[in-house]
């Protein structure tokens, strides 16, 4: 029943802006019209400033999409093509932007070691980029102290791993260890299908991501201000928006 109500039409109804400038940039990235992003795009600056295009058209059509795929109705192949076409706006925006555009923060993403999936931590990557922080991708089957090094190089807002396995989960905890012992507060966010918000939670600096969508969610939080601990404690309202 929740599917038949939520279509890309109805979603589009409710979230996509009144401003029909506006709205034309965010229906190519809900309806995936990457041979139309482009024209829309630039005819949108010829009245609107860059950002207003970037935060209120693109990332707003990208905002549905991840709607969408949150309620089943679009998949990674409808995700990877609507990031594909907010890329090319995002492109075209950006070179009006002077100085160019400032990324929230920089996040580190990986599969934990010996894991080699990762479709959901690329679907996150798409996630945090369309929401505009600066994605550090080290790719799947990352060793442990390999993902602590990059921790110590670029300090980021917070690292996330994937683990499709219960053999490779572990490798969560071991990087909070080694990282805590350093006197690092990073954040270290575990997800995948192995791994649930208890385990998450049983280890020191451990934060929790169940589905893509939720990852800028409580990115915002984190750069809010909010430690490790406050995102645990407030973890149900932070998922839901609030």
Aim: some cysteine.
């Amino acid at each position: 029943e929740s599917q038949n109500e939520t279509t890309p039409e109805a979603v589009a109804k409710k979230m996509l802006p009144a401003d029909p400038i506006l709205r034309e940039v965010a229906e190519t990235v809900l309806y995936m019209k990457f041979k139309e992003v482009g024209p829309a795009t630039m005819k949108a600056l010829q009245t609107k400033q860059p950002l207003d295009i970037i935060n209120n058209g693109l990332v707003v059509g990208m905002e549905c999409v991840a709607k969408l795929y949150a309620e089943h109705i679009y998949y990674l192949p409808e995700i990877m093509m609507a990031a594909k076409t907010m890329e090319i706006g995002i492109a075209l925006a950006e070179k009006q932007v002077p100085g160019g555009l400032q990324p929230k923060a920089t996040v580190i993403m990986h599969a934990a070691e010996g894991d080699p999936h990762d479709i959901g931590k690329n679907i996150a990557a798409v996630m945090m980029r369309a929401s505009g922080y600066n994605v550090i991708d080290m790719g799947r089957d990352v060793p442990i102290v390999d993902a602590v090094a990059k921790v110590e190089e670029v300090k980021p807002l917070f690292i996330s791993g994937t683990a499709l396995m219960t053999t490779t989960m572990t490798a969560f905890p071991a990087e909070a260890k080694i990282l805590k012992e350093k006197g690092y507060n990073t954040p270290v966010m575990g997800c995948g299908g192995a791994v649930n918000r208890d385990f998450a939670n049983s280890y020191d600096l451990g934060i929790y991501s169940e589905k893509a969508p939720q990852t800028p969610l409580i990115a915002q939080k984190l750069l809010d201000g909010y430690d490790w601990k406050a995102v645990r404690e407030h973890w149900d309202d932070i998922v839901n928006g609030q």
